[in-house]
């Protein structure tokens, strides 16, 4: 029987990527994000390999995420893969974040990583050592770099959060696990770094010489959510070309 996988933020780049990545390797898959249009049009890309199906969600809304749970188990019956994507970031100074751009950040990037494994919990206690949760975070949790105050400390949060779930689920054989990335080819890199200066100056930071692409994340995230890496648990684990260690 086919395994399922749960991707939010799965419309457009590592999301995208990582969605790809499961439909390619006998996963159904469902695809949640606030781009009906993207999410649509990928669903109905990857329905050629297994069922995919889009979940419009506005993942900062835990009713949201409780109807992405309610459709998931309507339509499939079980979780064995929960990938906790979806993100925003400005590269803002805290001189210059409003109030209302942190809350948003961390409302989007920490406040929906709890809301999505909360909507999902006894379905993962449930599915025991035959459900995984990756969660896609940043190597800015650990460097307080990137993006700004308000996105250092929603992924730092992740990272908490991460490891007080992998406590409790690893009760249950559910491994948990956090992938961070820096420094991926992505709308969000081109926003970050919108120049070619920029753009030459930070990948001369970087030893293997290249920026990572969004399959890189995938790769990683599938593998640690199969059973050739059961027991890595509770793991932060950066995938950043070199550049921070």
């Keep these: 029987m086919s395994k399922v996988a749960v991707v939010t933020g799965a419309a457009k780049g590592i999301g995208k990527s990582i969605a790809e990545k499961y439909s390619n390797n006998d996963y159904n898959v ?3 994000d606030i781009d009906e249009e993207a999410g649509t049009e990928l669903a109905t890309q990857l329905s050629s390999n297994f069922k995919a199906i889009f979940v419009k969600a506005d993942v900062s809304k835990y009713e949201d995420l409780v109807n992405v749970r309610n459709v998931t188990i309507n339509e499939f019956g079980k979780v064995n893969a929960l990938i906790v994507n979806a993100g925003i970031s400005y590269r803002h100074s805290i001189e210059e974040i409003s109030v209302e751009e942190w809350k948003r950040v961390i409302s989007i990037n920490l406040d929906s990583t709890f809301y999505t494994v909360k909507a999902f919990w006894e379905d ?5 050592e035959k459900s995984k949760v990756v ?5 800015s949790g650990i460097t307080g770099t990137g993006g700004g105050a308000h996105y250092a400390a929603s992924k730092s949060g992740q990272h908490g959060l991460m490891r007080a779930i992998s406590k409790e689920l690893g009760l249950n054989k559910v ?3 956090a992938v961070a990335p820096r420094v991926i080819e992505s709308d969000l890199l081109d926003q970050l770094y919108p120049t070619e200066e920029s753009r030459a100056n930070l990948i001369n930071k970087i030893p293997i010489g290249r920026f990572g692409k969004p399959e890189d994340i995938a790769n990683l995230a599938y593998f640690i959510s199969t059973e050739a890496a059961s027991y890595v648990h509770g793991q932060i684990i950066l995938a950043d070309g070199g550049r921070t260690y």
């Excluded at 993962?124 to 025991?128: I, M």
């Excluded at 969660?135 to 190597?139: D, N, R, T, V, Y």
């Design 175 to 177: 491994n948990v696990n």
């Design 135 to 139: 969660i896609i975070s940043s190597g």
């Design 30 to 32: 469902v695809i949640v």
């Design 124 to 128: 993962l206690k449930e599915g025991g």
